[in-house]
């Protein structure tokens, strides 16, 4: 079950890069957040209505639910400046480090145990985003760099999803991440005005600092469906995280390659 609800998150992921792949050259990163993030906290309400709860969603591990978003934000945002910058096949190929991460940790933080045949398949992926990557290379980008930090981000917050399944619903971590995403957008807005024009700043580098610009209706419209998508993505990947080990799942996100092919 765990698996079907990873498939179905990496499905929706994969929606949104190329959304935003699609608009990223006009928008700012923050920009795009914050807009998302306003259809996405709704969003993120019914789908604890959905679980048969009613009120705004309530947590006694607020520290962690707010940590957890604080790392998906950062982990979302350095994604997205590396796919300003990469093809999105070459970022899901270095996205192949974070079954090695996910697995690696919850061996230190959760104590789970992990065989030999999977810590296999997950050294071997991790010797295929070295051969893409190449550090130090001709070829190398920044961007891989951001992809890289995005995935530690990531597998640290699914270290903090298995701690918080034993007393939060997916959507109450979907709610909560929905919320730290919109107040951090809207705490870094002014960050392009601060920096001012970079002209020659890298494209990832651009992409966070764009001055922002009003959306034309079509672009508001995609913004407003990477709501719906995100919304449906936390919430998938959380119940995922949650209803099995961090190492069972965690081979399966190179599926992610494909998808994105």
């Not at 920096?195 to 034309?216: D, K």
Request: hydrophobic share 55%; with cysteine.
């Amino acid at each position: 079950q765990g698996i079907s609800f990873l498939v179905l998150a990496l499905l929706i992921f994969s929606l949104q890069n190329v959304a935003v792949k699609w608009i990223a050259g006009d928008y700012s990163i923050l920009e795009i957040v914050t807009f998302r993030s306003l259809i996405a906290l709704p969003c993120t309400l019914l789908l604890y209505r959905y679980e048969g709860k009613r009120g705004l969603p309530k947590t006694q591990r607020h520290k962690l639910e707010y940590v957890r978003g604080v790392l998906l934000f950062l982990s979302y945002n350095t994604h997205f400046m590396g796919i300003a910058a990469l093809p999105l096949a070459d970022v899901e190929a270095i996205r192949f480090s974070a079954p090695l991460m996910i697995t690696s940790l919850s061996v230190l933080m959760l104590g789970e145990k992990v065989g030999p045949h999977r810590w296999l398949a997950v050294v071997v992926g991790f010797v295929g985003v070295l051969f893409i990557v190449r550090p130090g290379s001709v070829t190398f980008n920044l961007g891989s760099i951001f992809i890289l930090i995005s995935v530690l981000f990531y597998a640290l917050s699914v270290m903090i999803t298995r701690r918080l399944q034993t007393t939060d619903s997916s959507a109450t971590m979907a709610y909560y991440s929905s919320l730290v995403y919109l107040v951090a957008a809207l705490v870094l807005a002014p960050l392009p005005i601060v920096v001012g024009q970079t002209p020659n700043a890298h494209p990832s580098i651009a992409f966070l600092i764009r001055t922002w610009s009003m959306p034309t209706l079509f672009d508001w419209l995609i913004m407003s469906g990477l709501g719906l998508v995100w919304a449906g993505w936390m919430y998938f990947m959380s119940r995922a995280y949650s209803v099995a080990q961090a190492s069972v799942i965690a081979p399966f996100e190179y599926l992610s390659l494909p998808i994105n092919i």
